[in-house]
């Protein structure tokens, strides 16, 4: 059986219905027993508890009257009478029935896990109309604050066995409650939509389909006045107020309809601005000429709330932690101008009595503890614990609105500094995937914990699959080692890269190169901003062509493809590639210095970092060069709350061997496996090693006629093979200016945080491949159009010119039995992009801290780029944290 709980607004109390029903006799007896009728769960000596009547006493109208308000006030019963027989009182109660479960129905727009918790009823508990009435206020009041004013909610009750009942809570959710229009009347030096981007409720639009900043709530209107308020106090206006805001429903009750009415006064402007300062080394002609505001300015209110800041630190440097600034402000009417006298009231030298940390639970107190700048017992400094609160956020462990609290101590000269800290996921498992021309489909997926057993220890591994590499990588840092400030870490790596191309839909692979190694490095502060680094590598390099394609026999006795074949062929390879084959083994010491204000490592907002490093290849080893680069960054907030990025970096890698001939045979004297490379991800817009030195080798064949027959016409094989390698570099440079997008709460709270971007940079200076005049040859292992060597091994004529892309091109004639041979297949050698000229590409992105972790898309265009680089438009990654 199910009945409506609630009815309409005449519906008499129980107290009401149960006085009418049973009528007290009007006689004065002298109570004899008392019986008690109908209780199923209660004693009758509990019920009787309940009330004032006793055996023995006076039976009377009025305490029969107060018994039946003592017995319906304890909300147990669902009705009670009272009899009185010449001293005999029955008591007959009905008990109100024991709550089963808790139902809710036609709730769609807000989640059951939103709403049980405003139900303050819960099974096994004792039905009570009030409590229900009381429940369903409180899930109304929830849907007004999501904005459904229209919200209805109609509590139903289900009858079961032993006096049980399932209560349903049948919800009409109703459309949600939007701001039709905001008026603003009394405004004259500010338009109407000025003010309104000032507040925090704006009116509904079409798109603003994704904010909730068009919905009404009560409260926000309270915070817009405020808005309203702060802002014409920043442009001087001291007398203005909102008279009056009211929101109305439109007349079919679904959008409000807000008004406010304001009353701007007078303008004011700065008059004498001046310090007072009871602190002696705090002296008012040290303060004055440094504050901010001058006589003429117009007033803001806010301007003068920064300063009091302002001089409350600086009085935390002279080490008083709880330095009293107070602004007296002296109105003159006349002249419109605001005199302003701040006081400083003397206070004691404060010292730290006593550091806190609270809420850190997986991580050690000596973990927080090592990154303050202050000790127990020093003099209190307001910078030290304003580095120290920056020092531990750039540990990643903590929330990022932390603060050191700071609260009185033991005695009025002693500071207690409490850090209240939040601990977050400090697990990342990294995915990313993307597609790219060079490499097609990318997986890279990496395991990070850094804060590995509390400890504050760096733990890392990653994996990295496409077509074009594949690696592993392993990694440890401890950061305090032995608790002391060094910094040690150790990486095993083993990288494979390989190129190839796709030949009548087969792929084949061109160029492979495999590099295992290890790294250790240890660093050192020297002062507060200032560290240095040492390290040591040891890896090695093995580049291998794949010989069935580009290796000849050395004695001209097989043809190319054959299994003995041992030489590999520069007219088919290319030198750069030839020249890049072997083991090699590079032992390698470096240095850096690090100089790092931030004040946040992982996502600074001001501050800079410069970073420059050397290294030294020849300890040993068969490589020997010396490689130098420099990185730096600024941070600056701009604009209020966006942050802008400079970045820069360069290097130079200078060889200390010399491989090449007098003659110049294209061979550089830095190997292929040791110059730079750019691209993805370092210059957005552009793929994987898709700027810098390149060369495109495509095949030809001769032109034929209608019969078949060859004609002067070289042509090039569309669907021949045709490779694209990037060789890379002696020097690089590359800039990045990144402004940050702070958006509106809402987002905020979902983690986005978008960014539009420009990249510039290059790479360049290499040997040009060997190229020769027409008036030059050079002796190669060439082939007949049969693939069979040539007898003799004689001079192929090398044709040198310049494509209509402007790249310099060789065309390598094939010849058989020492004569060019017009009908056999040709190479053509194109050579890129060795130029200083920038690239730059201009962007945007987001990245958005998701629910199932951190995510990054970017949309980068090139504008500048040179013949030959590679582009890209769109990249993303995403990832996860425990």
């Known amino acids: 059986m199910c009945g409506t709980i609630l009815g309409g607004t005449a519906v008499p109390s129980q107290a009401q219905e149960s006085a009418q029903a049973a009528p007290v006799i009007p006689v004065e007896d002298t109570i004899k027993s008392i019986v008690v009728n109908g209780a ?12 004032q009547l006793r055996v023995g006493q006076t039976y009377t109208q009025e305490s029969a009257d107060q018994a039946l308000k003592d ?67 409180r899930i109304v009041e929830l849907y007004k604050r999501k904005g459904r004013f229209a919200a209805n909610v109609e509590p139903k009750m289900v009858q079961l066995d032993q006096n049980r009942v399932d209560i349903v809570f049948e919800i009409n959710e109703g459309p949600k409650s939007k701001v039709q229009q905001i008026n603003i009347i009394g405004n004259e030096e500010f338009s109407d939509g000025k003010l309104r981007g000032e507040m925090v409720t704006k009116q509904s639009r079409f798109y603003r389909f994704f904010s909730s900043s068009d919905t009404y709530d009560p409260d926000r209107l309270a915070f817009d006045q405020q808005k309203l308020r702060q802002f014409y106090l920043t442009e001087g206006y001291a007398d203005f107020r909102v008279i009056s805001a009211v929101a109305e429903l439109t007349p079919d ?37 440094q504050l901010p505001m001058k006589a003429g300015d117009f007033y803001n209110a806010k301007q003068v709330e920064d300063t009091v800041e302002r001089l409350s630190e600086t009085a935390g440097l002279f080490g008083y932690a709880f330095a009293d600034v107070r602004p007296q402000f002296t109105r003159n009417k006349d002249t419109l101008t605001m005199d302003i006298l701040f006081q400083v009231a003397e206070s004691d030298r404060v010292y730290v009595e006593r550091i806190d940390i609270n809420g850190n639970t997986l991580t050690q107190d000596k973990v927080v ?44 000269d002693r500071i207690i500094l409490e850090a209240n800290v939040e601990e977050k996921a400090t697990g990342e498992l990294q995915l990313s995937a993307g597609f790219s021309s060079v490499e097609n489909f990318i997986l890279q997926a990496s395991v990070r914990q850094r804060n590995f057993r509390g400890k504050g220890q760096e733990l890392r591994a990653s994996v990295s699959y496409s077509s074009f590499s594949q690696s592993i990588e392993l990694g440890f840092t401890e950061p305090y080692l032995f608790d002391r400030n060094i910094a040690v870490g150790a990486d095993i790596f083993r990288r494979d890269l390989n190129s190839f191309n796709f030949v009548n839909n087969n792929r084949e692979t061109t160029f492979e190169q495999l590099t295992t190694g290890f790294q250790i490095r240890a660093g050192v502060p020297i002062t507060e901003y200032l560290s240095a680094s040492l390290r040591y590598g040891l890896s090695q390099d093995d580049v291998t062509l794949e010989p069935s394609l ?15 074949a041992d030489v590999c062929d520069p007219l088919v390879a290319g030198r750069f590639l ?7 083994t590079t032992s390698s010491v470096g240095a850096s210095l690090i100089y790092d204000d931030r004040d946040n490592r992982i996502r600074p907002t001001r501050g800079q970092s410069i970073v420059g490093s050397v290294d030294f290849a020849g300890l040993g080893g068969s490589v020997k060069y010396l490689r130098g680069r420099l990185n730096a960054s600024k941070h600056w907030r701009v604009l209020g709350d966006f942050i802008f990025t400079a970045s820069g970096e360069g290097g130079y890698i200078h060889p200390l061997s010399n491989r090449s ?57 569309t669907n021949g093979r045709q490779t694209d390698d990037a060789i890379g570099g002696r020097a690089y440079y590359l800039g990045r200016a990144e402004l940050e997008i702070p958006l509106g709460s809402g987002a905020r709270e979902l983690g986005l945080r978008p960014s539009i971007f420009v990249d510039v940079g290059a790479v360049f200076k290499v040997t040009q491949p060997l190229l020769l005049t027409d008036a030059q040859t050079q002796t190669f292992s060439s082939i007949d159009s049969q693939g069979n060597p040539s007898p003799t091994g004689v001079a192929a004529p090398l044709f040198l010119t310049t494509d209509a892309m402007g790249a310099v091109a060789t065309t390598f004639d094939a010849v058989t039995g020492g004569i060019a041979n017009p009908i056999a297949t040709s190479f053509t050698e194109r050579f890129f992009g060795d130029t200083i000229s920038p690239r730059v590409s201009v962007g945007f992105g987001v990245n958005w801290n998701s629910p199932f972790g951190p995510f990054r898309i970017d949309i980068a265009k090139a504008l500048l780029k040179e013949p030959g680089d590679d582009t890209k438009l769109f990249t993303f990654n995403v990832g996860t944290q425990f």
């Not at 030839?578 to 090699?584: P, W």
């Open 578 to 584: 030839c020249d890049a084959l072997g083991n090699r």
């Open 253 to 289: 009750k679904r959008d409000f309809i807000i008004t406010y009415v304001v009353e701007e006064g007078e303008r004011y402007q700065f008059g004498e601005v001046s310090v007072e300062s009871d602190i002696r080394d705090f002296t008012p002609e040290f303060l004055t000429p």
């Open 369 to 412: 503890r090592r990154e303050f700048r202050l000790n127990e017992g020093d003099a209190f400094n307001s910078f030290q614990v304003k580095r120290s609160a920056n020092r531990i956020k750039s540990l990643g462990f903590f929330q990022e609105d932390l603060e050191i609290e700071q609260k009185q101590g033991s005695a009025p």
């Open 71 to 137: 017995l319906f006030e304890t909300e147990l019963f669902k009705d009670v009478s009272i009899r009185n027989n010449q001293g005999a009182v029955v008591i007959d109660v009905v008990e109100n029935p024991v709550i089963n479960r808790i139902l809710l129905e036609g709730n769609k727009r807000i989640k059951e896990d939103k709403i049980y918790p405003e139900i303050r009823l819960a099974p096994r508990q004792i039905f009570t109309r009030s409590k229900v009435r009381a429940d369903v206020a």
């Open 550 to 564: 580009f290796f000849t026999d050395s004695n001209g006795d097989n043809i190319r493809g054959n299994s003995t």
């Open 661 to 717: 001939s007098a003659s110049g045979d294209g061979i550089d004297d830095v190997r292929l496996t040791d110059r730079f490379f750019l691209g993805e991800p370092q210059i957005r817009g552009f793929d994987i090693r898709g700027v810098g030195p390149r060369v495109v080798r495509s095949t030809t064949i001769p032109g034929l006629d209608a019969n078949g027959n060859p004609i002067n016409e070289i042509v090039e094989v």
């Open 40 to 51: 199923q769960r209660l004693e009758p000596t509990t019920v009787l508890s309940y009330m």
